[in-house]
Each structure stands twice: as structure tokens, then as C-alpha cells.
């Protein structure tokens, strides 16, 4: 799977963003070990707490699938911002991913930060 395909699915789904209060709109995809790629969106809520990121979105919608392996995240907020998970979407990632995940933060299919899941929680939180 080329990056930039993953960027682009990534792109796709932010089109779907539900984001009327921060009016940032984010869109993620999601790529399994074996290729399949599932995609997520923001979604606010007038009280605020209920609001979930793109990444957990996707990962919600890939976990309820029945898939367990994932090699890489693209996600994307548009084209002035790195958009980087926020803590608790690293916590989920941390959950169902090895520590060489990719996580692709991208302003577009050409401009994008690659970083690993252990540099972005190095001592997530673990019941082992
Ligand atoms: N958001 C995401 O979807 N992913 C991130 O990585 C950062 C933040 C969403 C949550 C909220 O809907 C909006 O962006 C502003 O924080």
C-alpha cells in the first residue's frame, strides 16, 4: 500500500466530518496488515465530551469488523495543519498496535510526517 493511497482515503472520509463547533474537520484511514483500509471521521456534539476523533472513529469502525492487526494511520485536517493524535487516540492506538505502527500526519498526498507509535506514547498505559 502506497502512502499516498492511504493519504488520499484519509482525505475522502474528512469530506464526511461532522464538525459544526471547532469547525476542524478531520478524516482518517486506517490499513490492516493484510491491506484493507478503514476510514473515520470527526464527529462533535453540542455537549462537547461526547465528541469522538477521526482515528478512534476508524478504528471503531475496523475493530467492529472483526480485524485485530494494523500496520498504519494516515490522517489529514487539511492543508495547514500536521494534524498529530491526540493522547487518547495514541492510548487506543496503543491498545491493538505494535510499537512500530506508522502514524502518517499529512497536509496533503505530498507534504506528510511519518512518526512511529512509540515515539508518540512511549509508556502508554498497559493491565499485563
Ligand atoms: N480531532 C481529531 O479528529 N483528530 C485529532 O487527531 C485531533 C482532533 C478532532 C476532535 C474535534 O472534533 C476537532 O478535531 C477539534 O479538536
New binding site residues.
Partial sequence: MKEKALIQAAAEARKQAY?P??G?K?G?ALLTEDQKIYVGC???NAAYSP?L???RAAFAAAIGAGERAFSAIA?I?GEKDY????GV?RQVMAEFCEEDFLIIAAKTEEDYRKYRLKELIPHSFCLE
Fill in positions: 464538525a463547533y471547532s476542524f478531520v482518517a470527526n464527529m462533535e465528541s476523533c477521526a482515528e490522517i485536517a494534524c498529530v493524535p491526540c487516540c
